[in-house]
């Protein structure tokens, strides 16, 4: 059986996309597929990704109009051969050797997730951040949720991308991406898919190379205003409400990031003067509805009223220097 699918989703990627499928047509592990999936891109990406396909039978390339990320991925999904499924990005690449790396952690089929390491490069190639100890962990499914929350070793370990999928589990529970999420769709679907899992195996080997680009996504979230930056909170409570059934004992956790996305959100709403009574009462329903309301007066209306008050406190001091 064909061993590791890889799932790249494609739009106007040509600056990056030959660097990242090089990556892959060097790895040391040669059992793989590469789906393509070109998502309606107008520059060169399509006949880049056709030129693979020609030179080397283990790339597949699919054409659809522009649908997404999330449509992307899971348009790979759905054509998927590999028992094991791993994402990678159009401007990221793997290590020679991250194939491997996972290969020998699962021989003997013990795991379901993998969940490895990664380094965060500046556009330029430059190194940024990574994890210097080699370290492995074997954990249960109600500590690999944590991790989601209160990573061990790294800052974020919501990226899709350096973890090993198993597509049994997938197709078993009908594990898609939210195309309607826009921001830490990825994470949710990790999440989802762990809510599945009995043991998961996390490592710190590089596994993926990610580049920290000027046009990305979250580059772009604090330069101009992005309303669809909102279904940051929509992944949120789509991962308490599979944490509520598959792992109660991280709820409090799944409801703390409820309300840290809030106040993100909240943050960028000040920075670009986005504040208005529609979009705060959208965001309030929210919370009145998947928060306890010892838990929204906690962590939402108290540090509101400490903000109000702090403001009042200033104005008063201003106006009393004045006299």
């Known amino acids: 059986m064909l061993q590791t699918t890889i799932i790249i989703p494609v739009y106007n990627a040509e600056k990056y996309l030959r660097r ?3 990556s892959i047509a060097s790895q040391t592990i040669k059992d793989f597929e590469v789906i393509i999936v070109d998502d ?25 109009s522009n649908g997404g990320v999330s449509s992307a991925r899971n348009t790979g999904l759905n054509r998927a051969a590999g028992k094991w499924i791993c994402f990678l990005d159009a401007d990221d690449e793997f290590p020679a050797t991250a194939l491997a790396a996972f290969h020998e952690r699962y021989y ?8 490895g390491g990664y380094v965060l490069l500046d556009e330029h190639g430059d190194y940024r951040y990574g994890v210097p100890e080699r370290v492995q962990y074997k954990l249960s499914r109600i500590e690999s949720i944590r991790l989601m ?32 999420v826009y921001f830490n769709e990825d994470r949710l679907f990790s999440t989802q898919y762990m809510c599945h899992c009995d043991l998961v195996c996390f490592f710190t080997e590089p596994v993926y190379r990610y580049f ?17 930056f909102f279904t940051d909170l929509d992944a949120m409570i789509l991962m308490k409400e599979s944490i509520s059934t598959y792992s109660p004992e991280n709820l409090q956790y799944a409801r703390q990031g409820i309300t840290h996305s809030y106040w993100v959100i909240q943050d960028m709403m000040n920075h670009f003067h986005a504040n208005t009574a529609a979009r705060l009462f959208t965001l309030h329903r929210k919370l009145w509805k998947h928060l306890p309301f010892k838990d929204y007066c906690r962590f939402i209306l108290k540090p509101l009223a400490d903000k109000v008050l ?8 201003q106006t009393e220097g004045t006299i």
Not at 41 to 48: A, F, K, L, P
Not at 212 to 228: C, G, H, I, T, W
């Open 20 to 22: 990242c499928l090089d």
């Open 40 to 64: 309606g891109s107008t520059d060169n990406s399509g006949q880049i990704a056709n030129e693979f396909a020609v030179s080397d039978h283990r790339f597949r390339v699919i054409h659809q």
């Open 108 to 115: 003997e089929d013990a795991f379901d997730f993998y969940i």
């Open 149 to 180: 929350y209160e990573p061990i070793h790294y800052q974020y370990l919501g990226y899709i991308a350096g973890k090993l999928f198993k597509r049994s589990i997938i197709e078993e529970f009908g594990i898609r991406f939210q195309q309607d």
């Open 212 to 228: 920290e680009n000027s046009d990305s996504a979250m580059s772009m979230l604090f330069k101009q205003f992005n309303v669809r």
């Open 310 to 317: 702090h403001k009042i406190k200033n104005l008063f001091l």
